[in-house]
């Protein structure tokens, strides 16, 4: 039963030009979202998080917006740059799954110059 | 300084044999986690820690064994090693459970390969 879904297993964008990630979820007691960015051979490293309380956090050139009705989220990276390419993992916490993150299988982003 | 350091990075074994991985976090969080990530890049909790009280245990089956001599460590030891278990293990840590302050910080993984 996988509660937290990234449809799109790969991603390429233009340097310069935004970058959506977006991540579904199916449990509503989820309160809180994380999203993080993994270079091979190292471990996943946080990236931006966002509390159920809120529909948008930004830091930076990233931005997490998320749609409670919709039980979704997405991630914006602008504008993307080479260094981002990376696999970018969405997780979620709270409810039954308190004390753990329950991840999605990831999205390939290849930033092209 | 390493946050989250955990050794070896590379463990290559032969099916049968008793391996552990080793974790250490400087960070000073009460709450240290076992992730295993599969063949098909699933992440997936194993176990939880917080300060040295077992939280959660995902159905792993009793050949996993974690140990937790202090908050600061979170060791896992692997007995009769099956072709099943390889894959890469992640070690990481937490200030807190829930909510706020959950952003787990990760080790750099151990790649285990049983043959």
């Known amino acids: 039963d996988q509660q937290v879904k990234q449809n799109s297993p790969s991603l390429s964008v233009q340097e310069g030009r935004i970058s959506i990630l977006n991540c579904d979820y199916t449990?509503?007691?989820?309160?809180?979202f994380l999203w993080y960015k993994k270079y091979p051979a190292e471990g996943p490293t946080f990236l931006i998080s966002?509390?159920?309380?809120?529909d948008k956090n930004e830091d930076g050139r990233f931005t997490v917006f998320l749609n409670k009705s919709a039980k979704h989220l997405s991630l914006h990276i602008v504008p993307s740059q080479p260094g981002d390419s990376a696999v970018y993992f969405c997780?979620?916490?709270?409810?039954?799954?308190?004390?753990?993150?329950?991840f999605g299988q990831g999205t390939i982003l290849t930033v092209h110059p | 300084d390493t946050a989250v350091s955990q050794t070896p990075k590379y463990l290559v074994t032969q099916m049968g044999n008793d391996k552990s991985i080793k974790c250490e976090q400087n960070?000073?969080?009460?709450?240290m986690y076992w992730y295993k990530q599969d063949s098909k890049k699933f992440l997936k909790i194993m176990f939880s820690?917080?300060?040295?009280?077992?939280?959660i245990n995902e159905t792993v089956p009793n050949r996993f064994s974690p140990k937790s001599p202090d908050k600061a460590h979170l060791n896992l030891h692997i007995n009769s090693l099956e072709l099943g278990d390889s894959a890469v293990y992640f070690c990481?840590?937490?200030?807190?459970?829930?909510?706020?302050?959950?952003?787990?910080?990760f080790g750099q993984g151990t790649r285990l390969t049983v043959v």
């Open positions: 997780a979620a916490n709270g409810g039954t799954s308190y004390g753990k993150l329950t």
């Open positions: 449990n509503s007691m989820f309160d809180y």
């Open positions: 966002i509390s159920s309380i809120k």
């Open positions: 990481a840590s937490s200030q807190a459970m829930g909510g706020f302050n959950t952003e787990a910080f």
């Open positions: 820690y917080n300060n040295k009280e077992l939280i």
């Open positions: 960070l000073g969080h009460d709450t």
